[in-house]
C-alpha cells in the first residue's frame, strides 16, 4: 500500500482499519467460562472442616473468623483456610520413639540420650523416658503466636524435665518422688506456655523408664543390695528393739510398783506399831499391873500357838516322874 496515493492522513489511517481483520465474539464461550468458574468456587470456596476440628479463616493474612464443623464457603483467592484439631490429644516422646502401636507396641531401636540423660540432684546419671500429651484450647493464638509448636513444646518439656530431675536425688526419680515430679513439670511448663499466650493445654505428663546408663548399671545394683542389706539390718535391730525394749520397761515398771507397794506397806505398818505402842503406853501409864499382866497373857498366847507338845509341871514338885508316851502308842493325850 503506498502512502502517496493518499491525500490525508486519516485516509490512511481509514484504510488501514479497514485492512485489519475484525474479531466476532462466539456466545458459545460464555457457558465454558461459567462452568470455569463454578468449578473455580467449588474447588477453592468450598470447603469441609471435620469433627474434631475448627476452621479459621483469613483474609489476606488477617484473621476474621472461625468455623465449626461441617460444609461451609470462602472467598476463592482472597481468604484462606487453616484446619486445626482442637478436639485430639497430641502426644511427644522423649528418649524413645514408637514406630508401630498396637497390642505388640514396636519401638525404635536408636537410643536418644541427647534427650534423656540427665543429672540429678545428688550428682547421679539417669536415662529419662517421658510423654508430655497436649490439645489445642485456642487455635488463633496457636496460628498467630507460635511459629513451631511441636518444637517449642519440646524444647521447653525438656528444659523444664531437666530442671525438676536435677531438684531431686536418684531414689527420688526412681522410686518414692516420680508422681510429684510428673505434677511438678506439667504445672512449670503450662505456665511457661501461658506465657507465650500460645494456647496450648497440657494434658499430662508421665515418666516412663527411668534407668542408670547401661555402662554404670552393675555397680548401680550393687548400691541397691548394699542399701537394701543396709535396710534390712536396721529394719532387725529394730524387731529386735521393739521385742527387748518394751519387755525392759515393762519388768522395770512391776519391779518399781512392788517397791512402791513394799514401802507403802512398810510404813503403813510402821504406823500401825506406833499407833498400837501409844496406846499401850497409854493404858500403861493409867494401869501398870493389869496393862502388864495383859502384854503377859498376850505374849504366852502368841508363843503357846506356834509350841508343838505341851507339857504342864508343878514348880513345886521335887521329883518329876517320867511321863507315858501315849500318843505314839495310840493312846490319849
Not at 24 to 40: A, S
Not at 163 to 190: F, M, P, W, Y
Not at 252 to 268: D, P, Q
Request: hydrophobic residues 35%; charged residues 25%; aromatic residues 8%.
Amino acid at each position: 500500500m503506498d502512502p502517496n496515493k493518499f491525500n490525508t492522513p486519516e485516509e490512511l489511517f481509514r484504510k488501514m482499519s479497514d485492512n485489519v481483520p475484525k474479531f466476532q465474539f462466539n456466545k458459545g464461550i460464555l457457558p465454558i467460562i461459567g462452568i470455569f468458574i463454578v468449578i473455580l468456587i467449588i474447588g477453592t470456596g468450598v470447603y469441609s472442616t471435620g469433627p474434631d476440628e475448627v476452621g479459621v479463616i483469613q483474609q489476606f493474612g488477617k484473621y476474621v473468623r472461625t468455623t465449626q464443623p461441617g460444609l461451609h464457603i470462602k472467598i476463592p483467592m482472597v481468604e484462606k483456610l487453616t484446619n486445626v484439631k482442637v478436639k485430639y490429644i497430641f502426644k511427644e516422646e522423649f528418649g524413645y520413639r514408637t514406630t508401630k502401636a498396637g497390642i505388640i507396641t514396636k519401638y525404635s531401636s536408636r537410643n536418644y540420650f541427647d534427650e534423656s540423660l540427665m543429672l540429678t540432684g545428688d550428682l547421679n546419671v539417669l536415662v529419662v523416658e517421658w510423654i508430655t500429651q497436649f490439645k489445642v484450647k485456642d487455635p488463633v493464638k496457636l496460628l498467630f503466636n507460635m511459629r513451631n509448636p511441636q518444637r517449642t513444646i519440646r524444647n521447653i518439656s525438656e528444659a523444664v524435665m531437666r530442671q525438676v530431675v536435677g531438684d531431686h536425688t536418684v531414689s527420688e526419680v526412681l522410686t518414692t518422688r516420680r508422681v510429684e515430679i510428673n505434677l511438678a513439670v506439667q504445672d512449670k511448663l503450662q505456665k511457661i506456655l501461658d506465657t507465650y499466650d500460645s494456647g496450648i493445654q497440657i494434658v499430662t505428663v508421665k515418666l516412663q523408664n527411668v534407668n542408670p546408663p547401661d555402662p554404670v548399671k552393675p555397680s548401680f545394683n550393687k548400691v541397691n543390695e548394699a542399701k537394701q542389706e543396709k535396710e534390712k539390718v536396721i529394719n532387725q535391730a529394730w524387731e529386735a528393739y521393739n521385742k527387748i525394749i518394751p519387755k525392759a520397761r515393762g519388768e522395770a515398771e512391776k519391779t518399781i510398783s512392788e517397791a512402791e507397794g513394799y514401802a507403802l506397806n512398810r510404813v503403813n505398818s510402821s504406823k500401825g506399831d506406833v499407833a498400837n505402842f501409844t496406846a499401850v503406853w497409854a493404858a500403861y501409864k493409867n494401869s501398870k499391873e493389869v496393862t502388864k499382866k495383859r502384854l503377859y497373857l498376850e505374849a504366852m498366847n502368841e508363843i503357846m500357838s506356834k509350841a508343838g507338845r505341851k507339857y504342864v509341871v508343878d514348880p513345886s514338885q521335887k521329883g518329876i516322874l517320867p511321863f507315858l508316851n501315849l500318843n505314839d502308842q495310840g493312846g490319849i493325850q
